[in-house]
Nanobody, 123 residues
């Protein structure tokens, strides 16, 4: 059974930083692409960053480019999201998700999700 557990959320002032972690059990997380999503109240869930199995390919939504960095520690079976220069509009519940394969491709999907961690950025 796949289990993803996020940690590292919290309350921070604008301009601050947080690092989210997503640890996996029940699978070899290193074999799969992964992503970080967020959902703010009243808004749809959006993907903010993705990373393929090797870590060599990463993707970001435009609003976080240059501020967020997704990475993975293969020894720890963990994916991270380093968030710098946080803005009030980054406030959301952040979710980690496992992709159905090692590479992002047409027809693939995210098939396992964590429970989410709250990030709140004050102005």
């Amino acid at each position: 059974q796949v289990q993803l557990v996020e940690s590292g959320g919290g309350f921070v002032q604008a301009g601050g930083s947080l690092r989210l972690s997503c640890s996996a059990s029940g699978i070899t997380f290193n074999n799969y692409a992964a992503g970080w999503f967020r959902q703010a109240p009243g808004k749809e869930r959006e993907r903010v960053a993705g990373i393929e199995w090797s870590g060599s390919t990463t993707e970001y939504t435009d609003s976080v480019k240059g501020r967020f960095t997704i990475s993975r520690d293969r020894a720890k079976n963990t994916v991270y999201l380093q968030m710098n220069d946080l803005k009030p509009e980054d406030t959301a519940v952040y979710y980690c998700a496992k992709y159905s394969g090692g590479w992002f491709r047409v027809g693939g999907s995210y098939d396992s999700w964590g429970q989410g961690t709250q990030v709140t950025v004050s102005s």
